[in-house]
């Protein structure tokens, strides 16, 4: 078992679910479409899986006519982290929802919409049933990160008393690694936690 299942997806509770079809009504991704659809053709199966369900609206207006809420918190978040790039922001809906806002494709889903929300991370509507869930695993994140830093601060002292350089080079791999984590959470703001 992959620690992605074991530390995330296993632990997320699918009963949070309201099964209010939102977050297959409107949805954007960090690629621009034209990237996307380049990623489609030479067969990147995540770009693959996620054309084969979902259909970009003609224009950010017509995204907003589906769900206003929804356009509205993922601009509103693009622009707080820095990322709102409105050239290539496009939004797109999936071909299986029906009225009731059911799937019409469930058996066969793909993995994506299996896995969604994918991360602490991922931005989901406002109101979904996992906001709250999302909320902690995100501080827990956060916690990780604050004990790697104290952790740096410590490898630190132990360096200034240190003479052997066997020592400093386990120091120095040690801190890379450390590094390395704390660096994986920068697109999320780690420098300031
Ligand atoms: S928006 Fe949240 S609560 Fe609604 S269907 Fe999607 S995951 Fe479930
Ligand atoms: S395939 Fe089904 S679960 Fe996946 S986005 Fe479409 S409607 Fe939602």
Not at 5 to 24: A, D, F, H, T, V
Not at 25 to 50: C, H, I, Q, R, W
Not at 168 to 189: F, H, M, P, S, T
């Amino acid at each position: 078992m992959s620690s992605y299942e074991e530390n995330y997806l296993n632990l997320r509770p699918q009963s949070l679910c309201k099964m209010c079809g939102r977050c297959c009504k409107v949805v954007t991704t960090s690629t621009p479409y034209p990237k996307l659809l380049e990623m489609f053709e030479n067969g990147y199966e995540p770009a693959v899986d996620f054309l084969s369900i979902f259909e970009p609206f003609k224009s950010v207006e017509d995204a907003r006519k589906a769900d206003a809420g929804v356009v509205d918190n993922i601009i509103a978040l693009l622009k707080e982290d820095g990322n709102y790039n409105e050239d290539e922001l496009t939004f797109y809906t999936c071909k299986y929802l029906q009225e009731d806002n059911k799937c019409s494709n469930y058996e066969n889903r793909p993995k994506l919409c299996r896995h969604c929300p994918s991360t602490p991370w991922s931005i989901v509507p406002p109101g979904c049933g996992f906001e709250g869930w999302l909320f902690w695993r995100r501080e827990e994140d956060k916690q990780k990160i604050r004990r790697a830093k104290e952790e740096l601060l410590e490898l630190k002292l132990l360096r200034k008393k240190t003479k052997s350089p066997e020592s400093l080079k386990r120091i120095d791999i040690v801190e890379q690694k450390i590094q390395k984590n704390i660096d994986a959470y920068k697109k999320y703001g780690s420098e300031l936690w």
